[in-house]
């Protein structure tokens, strides 16, 4: 099956800074979406990309799907950006498989 | 709009026993996801129902089932519990099977004794 891969698993930030999240899958996909998991456990949407470039104020993603990857940008990163942030993709079945997922903590 | 909704936020059983989870879906909602995630890792796909019918299934035994209501609302049913199904139960509506981002709820997470 299709492998996710999320890269870094974890992140370090100051408050202001900014981040590249990066989302590999192994295989075609037709659908990919972005999650931020706040430390209550919500799974919060950010993106729903199968291929091209969305922004949602500070928050952007971009996915080449002919390369295989998506990208998730956070620019000024604030302190409830914190928590681990997937990549789901689903290859024309009925499920979504999850990245490893990207642990962020954002310091004050 | 309303959001998706889980029900019991908490819960804790017996090894052996049987456990109920409801999910009431986002107004405009016809498509129900359940996953399961463990701690430190990601949602693992359990089944999806449409149109009140399961018509996806991960690698979940039989012993975990489902349903799915006219209101679209739908419920995970474990049966024979056991100790590694204490999880984060998460359910995702959506407009339709595959093609539209998912709306989570908040989870029902399960511990077993």
């Known amino acids: 099956g299709i492998q996710v891969e999320q890269s870094p698993p974890d992140l370090i930030l100051q408050e202001g800074a900014n981040s590249t999240l990066r989302c590999n899958f192994s295989?075609?996909?037709?659908?990919l979406q972005w999650f931020h998991q706040n430390p209550w456990g919500q799974l919060i949407n950010l993106f729903y990309?199968?291929?091209g470039t969305k922004q949602n104020g500070r928050l952007s993603a971009t996915t080449v799907a002919t390369e295989r990857y998506s990208l998730l940008y956070i620019s000024s990163s604030q302190t409830t950006d914190s928590g681990v942030y997937f990549c789901?993709?689903?290859?024309?079945?009925?499920?979504?498989?999850f990245g490893t997922g990207t642990r962020l903590k954002v310091l004050a | 709009e309303t959001g998706v909704t889980q029900s019991p936020t908490h819960l804790i059983k017996t090894r052996g026993q049987q456990v109920t989870l409801r999910c009431s879906s986002q107004?405009?909602?016809?498509?129900v996801s359940w996953y399961q995630q463990a701690l430190g890792q990601g949602p693992q796909f359990i089944f999806q129902?449409?149109?009140?019918?399961?018509?996806g299934r991960g690698n979940f035994p039989p012993r975990f089932s489902g349903l799915q209501f006219p209101n679209y609302s739908s419920e995970l049913n474990v049966n024979a519990l056991e100790l590694d199904d204490s999880a984060l139960y998460l359910c995702?509506?959506?407009?339709?099977?595959?093609?539209?981002?998912?709306?989570f709820g908040s989870g029902t997470r399960l511990t077993v004794v």
């Open positions: 129902y449409y149109r009140e019918e399961e018509n």
């Open positions: 789901a993709v689903n290859a024309g079945t009925y499920k979504y498989i």
């Open positions: 990309i199968p291929s």
């Open positions: 995702a509506s959506s407009k339709g099977q595959v093609d539209y981002g998912y709306t």
């Open positions: 295989d075609s996909v037709n659908n």
């Open positions: 107004s405009g909602h016809n498509t």
